[in-house]
């Protein structure tokens, strides 16, 4: 099964309308895990240009995403956001056909390198090490919406 990603590039027209975005994104979060279909999301600042704003979400359709851009809250702050507060936004959406987790114990040193469904991800890196049980760290969702992470607990089917 596919997963489709869609990855936003964003510059907002001043530091004020990027202050003003947070307090509207903050509540984000509280839509997007009621959406079917919504897997992940994370907002970061560029590391070498922090007048750049990058957002990378995972959906398990691109059906899933239309209903979010449907979505009367996404509406709304979309228009609010297009009325002055954002410059620059470049989107670019694709299918990502499958996830592979690599990582090396710090402990043991047991290299795994496993496909692994992103539907399950937080699941999955939440898995200490299979040799020596070593924790690794997960990075929890963040308050202010900036990580957001939801398994879908129900298995899904592939076609």
Request: charged content about 25%.
């Amino acid at each position: 099964m596919s997963i489709y990603l869609s990855m936003q590039r964003v510059r907002f027209s001043s530091p004020d309308g990027y202050e003003k975005f947070k307090v509207i994104f903050a509540d984000t979060r509280n839509h997007l895990m009621k959406m079917p279909g919504f897997l992940h999301l994370t907002w970061w600042v560029h590391p070498e240009d922090p007048t750049w704003f990058n957002e990378v979400s995972f959906w398990i359709s691109r059906e899933s995403l239309k209903d979010w851009h449907m979505n009367t809250y996404h509406k709304y702050a979309k228009e609010w956001a297009a009325r002055g507060a954002i410059m620059e936004d470049i989107i670019t959406n694709f299918q990502l056909t499958n996830t592979r987790l690599l990582r090396v114990c710090p402990c043991c040193g047991l290299v795994e390198d496993k496909p692994y469904e992103l539907q399950q991800e937080q699941k999955t890196l939440a898995e200490p090490c299979p040799q020596c049980q070593f924790n690794f760290p997960v990075m929890p969702a963040t308050p202010s919406s900036f990580a957001v992470f939801k398994d879908i607990l129900e298995p899904v089917e592939k076609g």
